[in-house]
């Protein structure tokens, strides 16, 4: 626009006809082909330090832009590159006034900021800076005036690096910084520029505001070394032929909703000044106690991110932003020699070194943390690249089964109060606003009924100790474990060994109702009470080993006789229109155990029968199996309306059921069935979900909620494809090896851990995490 003075005042000639976007998180590529000018290439190269098992470096808040110009035509060309940042450091919003701007020459050691955009300057390339201009017309270099100069000399004045400090801006201001990078490109020559982004603080960075000066300037020497050891991860994995391509790179695309769904990652070595020690008495909020157990006292709050260094180099240059005013404090000092150069095939910590505490959100709609029954089919990816965050996740919902929290809560869908967190129950999240501390932001149902939870803890719990043969991680979380297999008694109430639904949706299917055994539910809970007797056998718990074998007979037995039907298990037991339906997810036990090194829980032939009808009718009658498995589906071919979430295709659970049929050895069907996500997702013909994978779609295309955490589960597919050593390795327990041993003669080391079932009245506990006082 002619007369505007801010960005739209800008050359805008990109039409992007000949412009590909491609990507391989947590890498991009966008070539520019002949665009704006004819005779020349760009690609611009965009580098993350995602690194598995490299938590330094993968925690840095930082991106790389690699430009490669390629000069086609036959004349020399100059060729400039702009970078422009708005400051938005502190304050409400960029608008909200006092921030500075200042350039910056790292060898000159400058003064401190929080935001840095930089450029690398070679022998052939010249990087010049504007520190400051403006949107609107009142400001002394207009974003139009900026332009003007770049069009006119394609550079920025050299002596723009001595002017200091801008003024503070004004309130409605908004504060703009450029770097340019200028390169002579011979005739059928090319040429590199490197420019890079760092913000905020870092955990080995310290928190002065010099960090992301320091930082920025690490990103522009480390980059390379980070491009090779993302290529050693992923290489094997794309130089797979017998890989489908659309799985390569859906793979790893996925995988983007670790950074862009949500992410709070701090160090658990530093706790605020909030959180109560372990000599503190127990909380007290609205005369209401929040009954806490020893083990939860250690959980620890951070006001600042965890992240981590690399080395320095003194040939960056740029522009820093900050808000004028903060405060300083002097960061710790690092030597080159603590910074990673070379990527261990085990993780870069030690083994008793605190990576920190690690949250993510359900979705950018469902805001919170760490959703247990939604992380049951994310948490593959977790344990697969930085299993050590995995643990910790673990430990935090292990603390939480012993913990209570007696404040009164609303159930919405019932209209019923309850208390927000019950011993012995699995939380559904670890909260919204004070998460570790305020668990249960979830209300629309009481989660303490629910009959899933429980048992995905214990399922998780066990394929993490298995997959890792952390000992110590075992036994710190079996009273956890023992305790959440103890609180499901009370849902058996025919003592028939099995767990029955309560005529609510009382699982992670929210709105599909469930009367007496569901094949979810109860395949869950066999496949707890398998878990639960692995892990109680390599513990030395051997009287807990006996009596969840002991169950899992009684149970299995019934479990069959009330839902088998001769080609597959009826999603429940009771007499309504849809107990007859063909879930997609009724094997999701199997799933598990099976994942985990265990044997099987039912014999072949009911496993891949199941499997083969969920994939003819759940699969291949939804437009012909191009847009994932469909949750509910009648045994006459129609898609299962009876709710919302019977009729939906959800996209992890789609990957879980491919998963399981490669257990199977059904290769052929699980790659058809997972394709149908990518058909849908992430293809040209599909409905355009790139990078916002939803929880789910219906059969006409409309999704519910976007960027989700569940469809991290493709990474469960690579787990059955590439299975850990210690899973292939893992001790198979025997279900029908009976472990012959007295209760009167058991004595184990361990604590007990009995705990009450659920009551109209709130029952008192002590101080202790074993003992109950009503």
Not at 491 to 518: A, K
Not at 609 to 617: A, E, G, N
Not at 677 to 686: K, M, Q, R, T, V
Request: aromatic share 12%; net charge negative.
């Amino acid at each position: 626009k002619t007369s505007d003075e801010g960005i739209s005042s800008w050359g805008w000639n990109l039409n992007g006809q000949h412009s590909t976007y491609h990507a391989l998180f947590p890498r991009a590529w966008t070539i520019y082909d002949g665009e704006p000018d004819p005779d020349l290439k760009v690609s611009c190269r965009q580098i993350s330090p995602f690194v598995p098992h490299d938590y330094r470096d993968s925690s840095l808040p930082t991106a790389v832009f690699v430009y490669t110009l390629v000069n086609t035509g036959k004349e020399r060309a100059k060729v400039s590159l702009l970078f422009t940042w708005a400051n938005s450091i502190g304050g409400i919003s960029h608008l909200s006034g006092d921030h500075v701007n200042e350039p910056f020459m790292t060898a000159k050691g400058n003064p401190p900021v929080t935001f840095a955009v930089a450029a690398s300057e070679t022998q052939n390339v010249n990087v010049t800076v504007l520190p400051c201009f403006g949107l609107t017309e009142g400001s002394f270099i207009t974003a139009r005036k900026m332009w003007g100069k770049m069009m006119q000399d394609g550079q920025f004045d050299r002596e723009n690096f001595n002017i200091g400090p801008s003024m503070p801006s004004s309130p409605g201001e908004t504060l703009c910084a450029a770097v340019s990078a200028s390169a002579w490109v011979e005739p059928h020559g090319k040429c590199t520029i490197a420019f890079a982004l760092a913000w905020r603080y870092t955990k080995f960075y310290g928190t002065s505001e010099r960090a992301a000066v320091d930082l920025v300037h690490d990103a522009l020497t480390n980059y390379k070394h980070w491009e090779e050891e993302i290529e050693k991860w992923q290489s094997p994995i794309l130089e797979d032929i017998r890989l489908p391509e659309w799985y390569k790179f859906t793979l790893f695309n996925e995988l983007y909703f670790l950074v862009a769904g949500g992410t709070v990652w701090i160090d658990s070595s530093s706790p605020s000044a909030d959180v109560k020690s372990d000599q503190d008495p127990p909380i007290k909020v609205e005369s209401k106690n929040i009954k806490v157990t020893e083990a939860e006292m250690n959980c620890r709050h951070s006001t600042g991110f965890e992240h981590t260094s690399t080395s320095g180099c003194n040939s960056s240059t740029g522009v820093g932003l900050k808000q004028n005013g903060s405060s300083t404090i002097p960061r710790k000092k690092r030597s080159s020699k603590h910074f990673s150069h070379h990527l261990k095939t085990e993780d870069q910590l030690d083994g008793n070194e605190d990576v920190g505490r690690f949250l993510y959100l359900e979705g950018v709609e469902y805001i919170m943390w760490c959703t247990y029954d939604v992380h049951f089919y994310a948490s593959f990816a977790l344990l697969e690249l930085f299993p050590k965050i995995e643990l910790n996740i673990q430990r935090d919902f292990a603390k939480a089964v012993l913990s209570e929290d007696g404040r009164k809560v609303k159930f919405l869908a019932e209209g019923n109060y309850g208390i927000r967190k019950v011993r012995g129950a699995v939380p559904h999240d670890l909260g919204t606003h004070d998460p570790w501390n305020e668990m249960n932001a979830y209300n629309i149902h009481d989660t303490s009924k629910w009959k899933d939870l429980n048992s995905k803890f214990v399922l998780q719990v066990y394929r993490d100790f298995a997959a890792t043969g952390d000992m110590a991680f075992g036994i710190e979380v079996w009273p956890a474990v023992r305790t959440a297999m103890e609180y499901m008694e009370q849902f058996d109430r025919d003592d028939d060994g099995l767990i029955e639904n309560d005529g609510f949706p009382d699982q992670t299917y929210d709105t599909w109702t469930v009367h007496g055994v569901s094949a979810y539910c109860g395949c869950l809970w066999l496949a707890a009470l398998q878990a639960a007797a692995a892990m109680a056998q390599r513990l030395g718990d051997k009287f807990f080993a006996e009596t969840c074998k002991t169950k899992f007979f009684s149970a299995k037995s019934a479990f069959e006789k009330k839902l088998w039907n001769g080609s597959y298990f009826n999603y429940d037991s009771g007499s309504s229109s849809n107990s007859k339906s063909i879930q997609a997810d009724q094997l999701a036990g199997q799933w598990y155990t099976s994942s985990s090194g265990l044997g099987p829980i039912f014999d072949e032939f009911k496993t891949r029968s199941s499997l083969q009808k969920i994939f003819d009718f759940n699969v291949m009658k939804v437009k012909g199996g191009r847009m994932g498995a469909v949750n509910g589906m009648h045994p006459n071919g129609k898609v299962d309306e009876s709710c919302m979430q019977s009729r939906e295709v959800w996209t992890g659970v789609t990957y879980a059921v491919a998963a399981n049929m490669l257990l199977a050895g059904m290769e052929e069907e699980a790659f058809t069935t997972a394709e149908g996500i990518f058909i849908a997702g992430w293809s040209e013909e599909g409905f355009g979900y790139w990078f916002q994978t939803p929880e789910g779609w219906t059969t006409n295309g409309h999704y519910r909620s976007l960027i989700y955490m569940r469809p991290l589960a493709i990474w469960s597919m690579q787990w059955v494809l590439s299975p850990p050593k210690a899973i292939i390795e893992a001790p198979k327990i025997n279900m029908m090896d009976r472990i012959v041993i007295s209760p009167a003669t058991f004595s184990l080391s361990l604590p007990e851990t009995r705990v009450r079932k659920i009551a109209n009245k709130t029952a008192c506990f002590g101080n202790s995490s074993l003992q109950c006082t009503c």
